[in-house]
């Protein structure tokens, strides 16, 4: 274009153009959370304390799991919660989620060891000493040998067992515990024993999945009653309960619609509907991302994977819009603490990009008017992932399970600076917007599970031999 010609050439610099607006100030504020927010991390009994030989995990665990898959000494957290302690102080977390191990406290059928109780309030005051808010979970997925025994949850007998020690245990820690969750992630239970039968006493019944699911309704509501007669005032009692954000591939298709609508009633709300008025809150965990294609009407495996987007070591898809959709379905008159989100990455970048996303999209979510009082990454350090064993690594502080040394990651640091600030300062949003190929993380993940799986049907054809 000639000068002649060009646009500009006649134009009066100072006037303006129709469709014209002023620029937008970038305002490099931090995104604030409400104050008195809680931050911590999440953990529990058997996946971090050690030799719970007690427990039904322990004995499924020699009986069916190669040595390196059973929890054994674990993070020998019993020995080191002192020093823990100190090592979350230090991160400045607000707060903690932890639970009390049953088959400890109650190791034989009406058996309680005093002893066991003592370290419980010893490990609960020394939070208290450092000012640390307490979260405590009662049951996180063990059951007492003697309770597995008789039929573990699908014995009507088992509400009357848990409602027993929770009468026992709670008097003797209420003192230094802030928020109760009864349970954790009744579905998650089921789904691991009854349709994925990857945890212990795995099997196939219609009829033990629906009674479990009651029995531990029950006990839930038990428990709240219980909890509220002696606390009538305060003391905020809730369960901790795997939400997670289902999806169609397809918003034509009737049939993948109405599979998102049948997992999501029966995932995420059916507990609550079943057990409603017995929360003073509302605890998510918050993992998973499904969308659904096609016939199927349950998700199949390949599909949780990111095929779109990033996954963590577990090929569990990255997708931090999914809690804000939990967040916002869920929106209700009582508060939501997001009691558990967390990845498993030996890259901790990614767990920096994890944190800083899933963040953005609570603090989306409060904006929208949801009423969230807290979150707790999982996990503060690496652990025993059931019943695969050690190798996911969720983290914030890594352990060397040679040594039980604890190394902080720079993700827990990232992590430190946002509850510093209360909120993610701007300069963190940096860490956005690298990807790693989910194909890559995908097909590593699909070869190592090809080898466990190896190692563990040698090791039961071992064990089969040498009882024959
Ligand atoms: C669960 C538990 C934790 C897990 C965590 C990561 O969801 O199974 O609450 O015990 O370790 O969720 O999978």
């Known amino acids: 274009m000639s000068q002649q010609n060009s646009p500009q050439k006649n134009f009066p610099k100072n006037q303006s153009l129709p469709g014209e607006h002023p620029k937008e100030k970038h305002d490099h504020e931090t ?44 993070c020998d957290q019993y020995n080191r919660y002192e020093s823990d302690f100190e090592l979350i102080k230090s991160l400045n977390h607000n707060s903690h989620r932890l639970s009390v191990e049953w088959s400890r406290i109650e190791p034989l059928e009406g058996e309680f060891d005093q002893a066991e109780i003592d370290h419980y309030i010893k490990v609960l005051k020394k939070l208290k000493e450092l000012n640390i808010t307490v979260m405590l979970t009662l049951w996180h997925f063990t059951l007492p040998k003697w309770v597995a025994d008789k039929g573990g949850w ?16 709670v008097p003797e820690i209420a003192d230094f515990v802030d928020l109760w969750v009864t349970l954790n992630e009744p579905g998650v239970y089921i789904y691991e024993t009854y349709i994925d039968r990857a945890w212990p006493h795995a099997k196939k019944s219609w009829l033990g999945q629906v009674k479990t699911f009651l029995n531990l309704t029950s006990a839930h509501k038990k428990a709240y009653k219980y909890l509220h007669s002696l606390f009538p005032a305060g003391k905020p009692v ?26 999501d009633l ?3 709300h059916l507990f609550y509907f079943f057990t409603r008025g017995t929360h003073d809150f509302l605890g998510i965990n918050y993992y998973f991302h499904i969308r659904f294609k096609g016939k199927r009407w349950t998700p199949q495996k390949s599909e949780i994977g990111g095929q779109i987007h990033d996954v963590s070591d577990l090929g569990w898809e990255i997708y931090p819009e999914g809690i804000f959709e939990v967040l916002t379905d869920f929106a ?38 949801v009423n969230v009082r807290g979150f707790f990454y999982w996990s503060l350090i690496d652990n025993f992932e059931w019943h695969l064993g050690f190798e996911p690594r969720f983290g914030l502080v890594e352990i060397d399970y040679k040594t039980q040394q ?63």
């Open 31 to 74: 995104i604030r959370f409400p104050q008195g927010f809680l931050w911590g991390a999440a953990t529990s009994a058997h996946q971090v304390e050690g030799n719970n030989t007690s427990n039904d995990w322990w004995e499924w665990e020699q009986k069916h799991q190669p040595f390196d898959l059973r929890s054994g000494q674990a």
């Open 238 to 263: 809730g369960i901790a309960n795997n939400i997670l954000s289902f999806e169609s591939y397809h918003k034509h298709s009737f049939k993948e619609q109405i599979t998102v609508s049948l997992n």
């Open 154 to 169: 699908e014995n009507g007998k088992t509400v009357e067992y848990f409602v027993r020690f929770v009468k026992k245990i």
């Open 406 to 468: 604890r190394h902080i990651r720079p993700s827990a640091l990232v992590y430190t600076d946002i509850i510093q600030n209360n909120g993610i300062p701007h300069s963190l949003l940096r860490f956005l917007g690298h990807t790693v190929q989910a194909e890559e993380v995908l097909e590593k993940r699909e070869k190592e599970m090809e080898k466990k799986q190896e190692e563990i049907s040698n090791f039961n054809n071992i064990e089969i031999a040498n009882k024959s």
């Open 332 to 369: 209700d008159d009582i508060p939501i603490y997001i009691t558990e989100c967390g990845i498993a990455s030996t890259n901790d970048d990614r767990r920096n990009r994890f944190l800083i996303s899933y963040l953005q999209e609570v603090a989306r979510a409060i904006k929208a008017g």
């Open 266 to 268: 029966l995932a995420n």
